[in-house]
C-alpha cells in the first residue's frame, strides 16, 4: 500500500504536488469513491482513476539532458504564455518533469525525466548534489570573491558559501566565473552575486552532481548514456 500522490507521481502523469491538489480537489478517485489526501492504495489491486479517467500501468522510467535556451520557463505550462522547457522535449514521446529549476534567463543543463523518487532524491537539500555554473559579471570580482565563498544571507535567505574560480576573461571588460553550490534555492546564483556588488550578465549551469553539459547544444536534448545513468544510481 502507497499513498496515492506517490502512486500517481511514479506513473508520471502528474507531480507529487500537483497530484496532491487534485485529491484535494476532488478529482481523484479510488474504487469509485473520491479519495482523501494521505490516503493509500494497492495499485495492483485498486481502480484508481483521475478526472474519470483510469490510471494507466506503471510507465518505463526516462531521462534526458536539457541544453536550457534563455527565455523558457522550467515549468510544463505557463499561464502568462511563455514558452516552457516540455515544448523543447515533447518529441521524447514521454512526459517528463524538470529536475530542479533554471530561471527564464538562465541556460544550461535541465535533468527532465518522469522518475519521481530520482527527482526527490537529487533536490532535496540533504543530499547535497553540487551544481556548477559559469556565471559572466560586472564588477568588483576582487572583493567580491571572497564574499561568495563564505555564508550569507539576503533578504532574509541563507545561502552557504559557493566554491568559486575566477577563469581566464576575454578582454571585454567583464569577467568569467565558475560558482559551485549545492542547496539551489531560487535564482541562489544571481542573488548572491547581487549581495557581493556583481551583476551577472550570462549564467549557465554546466554541471549537477557528476552529469556535465559537454558540447550539447543550446535548446537541444538527449537521452542519458548508461554510464550516465549509473551515476545516478538508476538500475
Do not use: F
Not at 515544448?87 to 517528463?96: H, K, P, Y
Not at 533554471?102 to 526527490?120: F, H, K, R, V
Not at 561568495?148 to 566554491?163: E, I, S
Amino acid at each position: 500500500m502507497e499513498r496515492l500522490q506517490k502512486i500517481i507521481s511514479a506513473r508520471g502523469v502528474l507531480s507529487r504536488r500537483a497530484a496532491e491538489t487534485y485529491i484535494r480537489q476532488g478529482r481523484v478517485t479510488v474504487n469509485g469513491v473520491p479519495a482523501v489526501l494521505g490516503q493509500r492504495a494497492d495499485p495492483e489491486r485498486d481502480l484508481i482513476a483521475i478526472d474519470g479517467v483510469r490510471l494507466a500501468g506503471e510507465e518505463q522510467r526516462v531521462y534526458l539532458m536539457l541544453n536550457k535556451p534563455r527565455g523558457y520557463v522550467t515549468t510544463l505550462s505557463d499561464e502568462q504564455g511563455r514558452k516552457t522547457v516540455a515544448q523543447l522535449v515533447e518529441d521524447c514521446g514521454v512526459r517528463v518533469y524538470p529536475v530542479g529549476r533554471l530561471d527564464l534567463n538562465s541556460e544550461g543543463l535541465l535533468l527532465m525525466t518522469n522518475d519521481g523518487a530520482l527527482t526527490q532524491r537529487l533536490t532535496h537539500p540533504s543530499h547535497r548534489v553540487e551544481k556548477e555554473y559559469l556565471v559572466r559579471v560586472t564588477g568588483d570580482v576582487e572583493s567580491a570573491v571572497p564574499k561568495l565563498r563564505r555564508d550569507m544571507t539576503v533578504k532574509g535567505v541563507h545561502y552557504l558559501g559557493a566554491r568559486v574560480r575566477v577563469l581566464p576573461g576575454d578582454g571585454a571588460g567583464s569577467s568569467l566565473l565558475s560558482v559551485t553550490i549545492h542547496q539551489g534555492k531560487n535564482r541562489q546564483v544571481r542573488n548572491m552575486c547581487a549581495a557581493c556588488g556583481l551583476k551577472v550578465h550570462r549564467l549557465r549551469r554546466i554541471r549537477e552532481g557528476a552529469l556535465a553539459l559537454g558540447e550539447l547544444k543550446s535548446g537541444q536534448w538527449r537521452w542519458l548514456t548508461p554510464e550516465e545513468r549509473k551515476d545516478l544510481g538508476i538500475t
